[in-house]
């Protein structure tokens, strides 16, 4: 049993921040998300029920539905939180501020010792990448070839776990990114409704990078594991043959991005199925 999980992301596993940030025009607190909860109402996640919940239950953590915007006593600390162009956000430098916060608090409450050992039987679950793919294929700068685009985010990526490391962490999962040039906001600009091929090249660019950065990382300081999840073959799959993978109504998804079903009907199954695999 994991005494904490700290998550760090973006919409993929907010449980719901963006509901307490004012200015953010990038909400989920509407149908159909929510759907799969037994209240089926909308939480702020970007979803029909759980995400990070899924892991927490799994590996034996009390799953709160607070945020961390609205409190910072549960036992599961999620900073993610869903981004967008023209919208206010939390991204990863401030989600490890706040985490600092966290650090702080907890070494006060149980001192040095103790709070290290806390922290380094925690999992730090790490999601990262998405939005910033998303960004570079809607500015596309010529003088910033996509090899350079994606070593730079692991570059800050790196740079970021490694100042987690030097507060505590110690057991990393990184998830890797699902085909972002087939979500819907980039198939609705294809006149086919397919996915954006060129987007998928650079989301398995940054795939290697991140599995190539993982290792690096972990040769460089000690006491580190982690584990990576290979996400993109799982979604690509799901959209290569939607059918088998959730009937009539996961084949709307898949083919139709402007559909008003926006998850597949066994989402929740394909995100466990994704956390039995990592």
Request: include cysteine; charge should be positive; aromatic fraction near 8%.
């Amino acid at each position: 049993m994991l005494p904490e999980i700290f998550v760090f992301g973006d919409s993929f596993v907010d449980i719901g921040n963006n509901n307490d940030l004012p200015l953010s025009l990038a909400k989920a607190n509407f149908l159909h998300n929510g759907i799969d909860f037994p209240s089926q109402k909308a939480t702020g996640r970007f979803s029909n029920g759980k995400n990070i919940d899924l892991l927490a239950e799994k590996v034996g953590c009390q799953v709160h539905r607070l945020t961390f915007l609205s409190t910072q006593t549960q036992v599961h600390h999620t900073f993610a939180v869903s981004v967008s162009l023209l919208t206010q956000s939390i991204p990863l430098w401030q989600q490890v501020e706040y985490y600092l916060k966290v650090h702080e608090h907890l070494t006060k409450r149980l001192g040095s010792a103790h709070a290290q050992k806390h922290l380094s039987k925690s999992l730090f679950f790490i999601v990262f990448g998405s939005n910033n793919i998303l960004d570079y294929s809607r500015s596309i700068d010529q003088n910033k070839p996509p090899k350079m685009h994606v070593n730079q985010m692991t570059t800050l990526l790196k740079a970021k776990l490694k100042i987690l490391h030097t507060h505590g962490a110690r057991k990393f999962m990184v998830v890797g990114l699902p085909p972002v040039g087939c979500c819907p906001a980039q198939r609705i600009q294809n006149e086919t409704r397919g996915c954006r091929e060129d987007t998928n090249t650079w989301t398995v660019m940054y795939k290697e990078a991140l599995e190539s950065m993982s290792q690096e990382l972990k040769s460089e300081v000690k006491d580190m594991s982690y584990s990576y999840s290979h996400t993109y073959p799982l979604i690509h799959g799901f959209i290569q043959d939607p059918a088998s993978n959730g009937g009539e109504r996961g084949l709307l998804w898949a083919r139709r991005p402007e559909c008003p079903i926006p998850v597949p009907a066994n989402f929740n199954a394909l995100l466990q199925q994704a956390a039995d695999g990592a």
